[in-house]
C-alpha cells in the first residue's frame, strides 16, 4: 500500500506473467495503471516470483530471466523508470524479492549473487558472491548458495541475508550480515 502525492492511495502487486499493477482501494480495486515487464521475454511464465520493493517513488522487480535484470517502476504512473541490462554470463534469474532502501535497491540472483543497486539509474554499486563456504562466528562452516524467496532485511545499518534456496538447486545455509564498513 502506499499513498500518492495528493493523498491517492494504491495497492501494488507483481504477478508471474511479469505485470506490475496498481489498484485503487478505496474504487473497489479498479486498476491504476497497468505496466508490462515481460515485453523482453515474450510468453515469460515466472517473470514475477516472490514480489518486489519499494522505495515511495517505484517499485522494484527482480525479474526470473537469464542475466539477473531488475526493473523500476514509477509508483505514480507505471511508467518504467529503468531496466538494467542483462549481466553476460550471469546464470539463472532474480526471484527472490529485491529490498530497498533509500539510493540502493538490493537483488538476489538464482547464482548466489547479492546486488546493489542504485535506484535512480540501476547501475550496479555493491556485488557480492555467496556461493561459496564461509567460516561463521560460531565456527561451524557454512555455505552459501542460490537465493529464493525473501529478499534482504536491513536493521540498525546493517543488511541481513539468508544464502542458499534448495528450490533454485543450490543449496545453502548461512545468514550473512553486512555493513558499512
Do not use: C
Not at 25 to 32: I, L, R, S, W, Y
Amino acid at each position: 500500500l502506499h499513498t500518492l502525492p495528493g493523498g491517492r492511495g494504491i495497492l501494488v502487486a507483481g504477478s508471474k506473467g511479469g505485470l506490475a499493477m496498481a489498484f485503487d482501494p478505496d474504487k473497489n480495486g479498479a486498476v491504476v495503471w497497468k505496466t508490462n515487464l515481460a515485453e523482453r521475454a515474450p510468453g515469460a511464465a515466472g517473470l514475477i516470483v516472490f514480489g518486489g520493493s519499494s522505495d515511495g517513488q517505484s517499485v522494484y522487480y527482480g525479474l526470473n530471466q537469464p542475466g539477473n535484470v531488475v526493473a523500476a517502476v514509477n509508483l505514480a504512473d507505471g511508467s518504467r523508470k529503468w531496466t538494467t541490462p542483462a549481466i553476460a554470463g550471469a546464470r539463472g534469474g532474480n526471484p527472490a524479492a529485491t529490498t530497498a532502501i533509500p539510493g540502493v535497491v538490493f537483488s538476489h540472483s538464482a547464482d548466489g549473487t547479492l546486488r546493489g543497486l542504485s535506484t535512480t539509474d540501476g547501475k550496479v554499486l555493491f556485488e557480492f558472491a555467496t556461493a561459496k563456504e564461509f567460516q561463521t562466528v560460531n565456527e561451524v562452516t557454512a555455505r552459501g548458495g542460490a537465493f529464493g524467496q525473501s529478499g534482504s532485511t536491513v536493521v540498525g545499518g546493517m543488511l541481513f541475508v539468508g544464502s542458499g534456496y534448495n528450490g533454485q538447486g543450490t543449496g545453502g545455509n548461512v545468514l550473512l550480515a553486512f555493513g558499512l564498513d
